[in-house]
T-cell receptor
Framework: DAGITQSPRHKVTETGTPVTLRCHQT?????MYWYRQDPGHGLRLIHY???????DKGEVSDGYSVSRSKTEDFLLTLESATSSQTSVYFC??????????????????FGPGTRLTVT | DQQVKQNSPSLSVQEGRISILNCDYT??????FLWYKKYPAEGPTFLIS?????DKNEDGRFTVFLNKSAKHLSLHIVPSQPGDSAVYFC??????????????????FGKGTKLSVIP
């Protein structure tokens, strides 16, 4: 258990509204990631963070922004939700080879997911 | 352009027999490979991994084989159990080195194979 929680777990929203998903970790891991999972596409990286205020884009970043003001929280924002953003969103962490970690360095560990429906 | 391919969307196996899940990749820069298992309504869980300097890694009932010349890896589950029924994702990464040591920044996933183990 990598101590990852996601909130909310389920959300239904209307097209054009802003939505923020939260990922929270309790073990001070440096790297955090946001993925979306869609049928026929597997998991695709949206954005990732390699430290407080340090973020970068992934494969499918259009329409999404992220922020990381504290080590433990990584926020994913849909500024104006669209129906194509209906998906299951997963947060993940990567254990660095140093620091208060108990796992191996190269694997990523996932949260339970947030199911987002945009109507 | 799909860099990690799982060409079988589904696989059915009798309990006690061997399950073989296959994965092909196109990017010769990938040097670390992972398998994840995912149950419905849960996040993916790390199963087993292999570095490109090896051709086999075992962990209990699970063995991953890597054939670099063919750009192919496979996951063998022996013996298969009903609890193994899940979606299995293959993932690949380029290990990037930083001042703090090696850390995997991004994983590229296949689309997944749904394994059904029949009692």
């Amino acid at each position: 258990d990598a101590g990852i929680t996601q909130s909310p777990r389920h959300k239904v929203t209307e097209t054009g509204t802003p939505v923020t998903l939260r990922c929270h970790q309790t073990e001070n891991h440096r790297y955090m990631y946001w993925y979306r999972q869609d049928p026929g596409h597997g998991l695709r990286l949206i954005h990732y963070s390699y430290g407080v205020k340090d973020t970068d884009k992934g494969e499918v970043s259009d329409g999404y922004s992220v922020s990381r003001s504290k080590t433990e929280d990584f926020l994913l924002t849909l500024e104006s939700a669209t129906s194509s953003q209906t998906s299951v969103y997963f947060c993940a962490i990567s254990v660095a080879p140093w620091g208060p970690s108990s796992g191996r360095p190269y694997e990523q560990y996932f949260g339970p997911g947030t199911r987002l429906t945009v109507t | 352009d799909q860099q990690v391919k799982q060409n079988s969307p589904s696989l059915s196996v009798q309990e006690g027999r061997i399950s073989i899940l296959n994965c092909d990749y196109t990017n010769s820069m990938f040097d670390y490979f992972l398998w994840y298992k995912k149950y419905p309504a849960e996040g993916p869980t790390f199963l087993i991994s292999i570095s490109s300097i090896k051709d086999k890694n075992e962990d209990g009932r699970f063995t991953v084989f890597l054939n670099k010349s063919a750009k192919h890896l496979s996951l063998h589950i022996v013996p298969s159990q009903p609890g193994d029924s899940a979606v299995y994702f293959c993932a690949a990464s380029v290990i990037e080195w930083s001042y703090s040591g090696a850390g995997s920044y991004q994983l590229t996933f296949g689309k997944g194979t749904k394994l059904s183990v029949i009692p």
